[in-house]
C-alpha cells in the first residue's frame, strides 16, 4: 500500500461521471481547459461533462462540437452524455453512434433550459436507449413537486437561502427515483440517479436493486460532508440541486448509500457560476433567484480521504466507488479505473495524512470558485495525476499540454 518513504499511496486514476465544464456557449463560468485543469490538480484523470451547455447536447452536432472542443483543450481524458427531450428521441441512435457515453434526463426544472418530457415520453425513451446497450441518468427530482412547495414558500413569504432544502423537499427526489425503477423495471432500462441527497433516494435505490432492477446510483462529498445547517452558515454559497439535508437524511445516506452499497458511485456534481450569480457579497439575501451548485474537483479527493482518515471508508472502498465503480457503471472499464497492464492506465498519487485548510477558493484552477468547502479542513490530498503514463499534475503544478488529454472511445 505505501509507495514511498513519504507514505503516499497509488490508486487507479479517479473517474468523475458527473462534472458541468460549461462548454460549449457557458465559457464565463469555465470551459473544457479550466475544469479539465482542476482536475488535473484534484487527482481526477477522466471527467464526464453534463449536457446543460448552450446549445445543450441534444444533437449530434452539438455532441461533435463538444467532443471537438476537448480534444483541443483538455488536461485529462473526458466524455460526455447526451440530453434526452420530448423533442429529440428520433436522435438517440444517432447520438450513440456519434460516441456519447451515456445518456441524461432531467426530470424538473434546473440551471439552463431544458424542459422534462412526460412520462409517455420518458418510457419511450428508455425502449429506445435500452436498444443501445448505454445506460440513462436521471436529474433525479421531480419538478411538479418541486414547483408545488416552491409557490407556497413564496406566498408564506418564508426565507431563501435558508429554507432551500425545504422548498425541494425529500420526497421529490424519492418519488422520482421510485417513479424511474418502475420504469425501467417496465422497459428493461440500465438506469442511473446522479446526486443523490437524501437516505430515503438511496433506500428507493436499494429496494429498486432487491427487485432486480438494473439501476446504479451517485451521491456527492457534498451530502456526505454537510447537514442543512450549511445554508445557516455559508447562505447561497451552499445553495444547489438537490439540496443538503438535514443530519437524520445524511446519516441514513450514509448507513443506507455507503455501508450498505446502495450508492455505486461518488462524483462531485462540479458545477462552476460566476461570484455574482452565487450572490457572494449577500450570502443571505432572502432570494430566490441565486443560482445553484458550486466547483468541487478539487476537493473530492480530499474530502473522501478525509473520510477514510475518520473510518468512515477504507481505502479500498473509496477507491472502488471513485475509480472502477464509475468506469463500470458507464462502461469504460478497464480502460479507466484499472491498473490492469496493458490498459495504458491512469494513476493518482495521494497524501493520505496531509493536513491543510482551504483558506482561499482563489487558489483553485477553476474560471469561478466559488464553493462551500472554502474554510474546511481536510486530511488527505493528491500529489500527481498521471493520465496514460504521462504526469498532468506534480509538484503542486499542473503540467503538460492542454490538449493532451483526449475522449473516452466507448464504442
Ligand atoms: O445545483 C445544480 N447545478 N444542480 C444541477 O442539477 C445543475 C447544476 C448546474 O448546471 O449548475
Ligand atoms: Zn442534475
Ligand atoms: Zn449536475
Redesign the pocket.
Known sequence: RVLDGDGNVLVPGIVDCHI?NREPGLEYKEDWESATRAAAAGGVTTVVG?P?TDPVIDRPEHLELKFDRGEASAHVDFQSYAVVTSENLDLIPELDATGALGFKI?LGS???DVPPPSDGKILEAMEEIRETGKRLGF?EENGEIIDHYTERFKAEGRNEPIDHSHSRPVIAEQEAVERMITFAEETGTKIHMF?VSSGSAAEAVARGKDRGVDVTAETTPHYLWFTEDVMREKGNVA????PIRDAAERDELWRVGIDNGAIDCIAT?H?P?TAEEKKVDDPFGNTWDA???FVGLETEVPAMLSFVDQGRFTLEEWVRRHSARPAQVWGMYPQKGSLQVGTDADFTIVDPDREWTLEDRRDLHSKNCVTPFEGESFTGKAVATVVRGEPVFEDGAVVGESGYGTRVDVD
Open positions: 458541468h453534463m446543460n432531467f434546473t440551471v439552463g436529474h446526486h445553495r444547489v440541486q438537490p456534481d458545477a457560476h443560482i445553484s451548485g
